[in-house]
């Protein structure tokens, strides 16, 4: 295996531009995943894996897959190329993956997370984490503020971008997709007149989140079949949407008896 020692290598150079720039993961089909258990999480959901750079002073076990590619680098050069906290010494170039609604897999009783206009990877993120944690059908992402497939989207969210099914889509498709399937709308919103425990999650359902400073469009507000709140009794009106989403969701799970 090949070293490369000097960060102004062009492989290296290239690491970098698809860490900051979206226009270069779209371009060339490539997104970065740093650490083994996102690298194995993506490799378990059929994930590519197109390249993997190792850097073994950090690194030094075997690797539990074969990549078709692979280049050792030093730890100057890891350096300029990771980006978590704990790092493990690996380094991927995954391609990604582009679900249509159509190719969504969903159980008899489905529950989907739907998020409009996400801005923040952070959030993204840990709302992939909460997804996972429930095991939930299906997250869609309508009209995305954000790249899916930003490194910091896959960092927050600890691989789980990886282990859920996700779609981007407009707000249009979703809707119409979701009434084809009789999965009933169910809007998160300041204006709603109905708590959230009070909703029957229990059925085919659907929990629609907007951002944080504006909330949710006047379609969705339209569209949907009810409108629900969370219960707010400080001096605040809302909370962050990665955490309103967690607490609509193991509401559905609880009403589901955690099935």
């Not at 971008?161 to 998160?188: G, H, M, P």
Request: some cysteine.
């Amino acid at each position: 295996m090949e070293l490369i020692a000097s960060p102004q290598n062009p492989k290296i150079k290239n690491v970098v531009r698809l860490l900051e720039k979206a226009s270069e993961r779209k371009e060339q089909n490539l997104t970065v995943v740093e650490g083994e258990r996102e690298i194995e999480l993506a490799l378990r959901a059929g994930y590519k894996l197109h390249t993997l750079f190792i850097c073994k002073e950090l690194h030094p076990a075997p690797l539990n897959f074969s990549p078709e590619h692979s280049w050792e680098i030093s730890k100057v050069v890891f350096d300029k190329i990771a980006y978590r906290e704990n790092r493990d010494g690996l380094v991927a170039l995954i391609v990604p993956k582009k679900l249509r609604l159509q190719d969504l897999k969903l159980s008899s009783n489905p529950f989907i997370i739907v998020l409009e206009a996400v801005e923040k990877p952070g959030n993204l993120g840990a709302i992939l984490r909460t997804a996972d944690a429930a095991h939930i059908d299906a997250v869609i992402i309508c009209d995305p503020q954000t790249d899916l497939y930003n490194p910091n989207v896959i960092r927050s969210g600890i691989g789980c971008l990886f282990s859920n099914q996700v779609v981007v889509c407009t707000s249009d498709e979703a809707i119409n997709w979701l009434r084809q399937k009789n999965i009933r709308t169910y809007a998160a919103a300041l204006t709603a007149t109905h708590f959230y425990h009070k909703a029957n999650l229990a059925q085919p359902s659907a929990v629609v989140m907007g951002t944080e400073a504006t909330g949710l469009s006047d379609k969705w507000l339209q569209e949907a079949d009810d409108q629900i709140k969370i219960p707010m009794r400080g001096q605040i009106d809302s909370l962050n949407v990665s955490t309103s989403t967690a607490i609509l969701v193991f509401e559905a799970m609880r009403q589901r008896g955690f099935q």
